[in-house]
Nanobody
Framework: QVQLVESGGGLVQAGGSLRLSCAASGSIFSIVVMGWYRQPLGKQRELAATVSSRGSTNYGDSVKGRFTISRDNAKNTVYLQMNSVKPEDTAVYYC??????????WGRGTQVTVSS
């Protein structure tokens, strides 16, 4: 089992920055990918960014060039640095982890609201 706890969400003005953190605990040795998905109100969950245990990153098209994902393996924590945020970035952001056996885990989510 893997537990994920997000922090860092809140209200930010358009053009500003915000950093999300997600700390993993439990069977952390089994995690091969960590990252963030987001779900705007009334819409489907979509990829924000992921990072593998080897450091390979993947970004959703809508955040490329503005968001940066990083991972601190010593702290079992993944970060999402959000720069130049837009109102359309408003969503619940969910931390995500994938084990080597293909089991996905999700955090409870943290709300990010961008005001125009």
């Amino acid at each position: 089992q893997v537990q994920l706890v997000e922090s860092g969400g809140g209200l930010v003005q358009a053009g500003g920055s915000l950093r999300l953190s997600c700390a993993a605990s439990g069977s952390i040795f089994s995690i091969v990918v960590m990252g963030w998905y987001r779900q705007p109100l009334g819409k489907q969950r979509e990829l924000a960014a992921t990072v593998s245990s080897r450091g390979s990153t993947n970004y959703g098209d809508s955040v490329k060039g503005r968001f940066t994902i990083s991972r601190d393996n010593a702290k079992n924590t993944v970060y999402l640095q959000m720069n130049s945020v837009k109102p359309e970035d408003t969503a619940v952001y969910y931390c995500y982890a994938l084990t080597g056996r293909g089991a996905p885990y999700w955090g409870r989510g943290t709300q990010v609201t961008v005001s125009s």
